[in-house]
């Protein structure tokens, strides 16, 4: 199934004190993490919204810029939806570095064409964030988003979405600030250890 790829790289990364999208784990800028784990899943183009456009096109995004500086990620999901050449678009943020291929297939693979959105939901908790939507979603996402609605879990309601339940919480994991980081980089020493 042909899909598009999109890495919402906005925002204002306050609660880290820099941008967010390169800052690095493991040597890997997260934006780049993201794009591998589209990649690998098979996306045939993947855009970023919002961000430092140069620097994430030397990443491989095709970049787009907020047109909703300021007002969150549901109009982030919004350009990611124009952007796209595809009718299916896997949504991604910019801060979960252990989303990988897998995931983003098993979302890819479970949307069927009656589908609005497949969202994975993590301890009773849709990930509007790591989802995968269909681009017939655009008119009701943009009513809900003209009517003043900013959070992207709410606007799921005016959707025909279905939960992808099975999902390890762990790996929708969001790296919010330099505490989250050190935690991040530490369990995955720790993981690559028990590996070795």
């Known amino acids: 199934m042909s899909?598009?790829?999109?890495?919402?790289?906005?925002?204002?990364?306050?609660?880290?004190?820099?941008?967010?999208?390169?800052?690095?784990?493991?040597?890997?800028?997260?934006?780049?993490?993201?794009?591998?784990?589209?990649?690998?899943?098979?996306?045939?183009?993947?855009?970023?919204?919002?961000?430092?456009?140069?620097?994430?096109?030397?990443?491989?995004?095709?970049?787009?810029?907020?047109?909703?500086p300021g007002e969150g990620p549901l109009g982030g999901i919004i350009d990611a939806m124009h952007a796209s050449n595809r009718p299916i678009v896997v949504i991604l943020a910019c801060d979960q570095p252990r989303v990988d291929g897998t995931l983003v297939r098993r979302l890819v693979e479970a949307l069927d064409e009656h589908d609005d959105a497949v969202v994975p939901v993590a301890e009773g908790v849709p990930q509007p964030l790591a989802a995968v939507y269909s681009t017939r979603a655009l008119a009701a996402l943009e009513s809900a988003f003209d009517a003043g609605q900013r959070s992207p879990t709410r606007a799921l309601e005016r959707l025909d979405w279905r939960a992808l339940e099975d999902v390890d919480p762990v790996l929708l994991d969001d790296v919010d600030d330099p505490d989250d980081l050190a935690r991040y980089a530490r369990n995955t020493e720790h993981h690559d250890s028990d590996l070795r």
């Open 3 to 68: 899909f598009s790829g999109a890495v919402l790289a906005g925002g204002s990364s306050s609660r880290m004190g820099t941008d967010k999208a390169f800052v690095e784990v493991n040597g890997v800028p997260l934006a780049a993490i993201a794009y591998q784990s589209l990649a690998e899943a098979g996306a045939s183009e993947i855009h970023s919204i919002g961000g430092d456009g140069e620097r994430l096109a030397s990443l491989g995004f095709l970049p787009h810029p907020d047109t909703h």
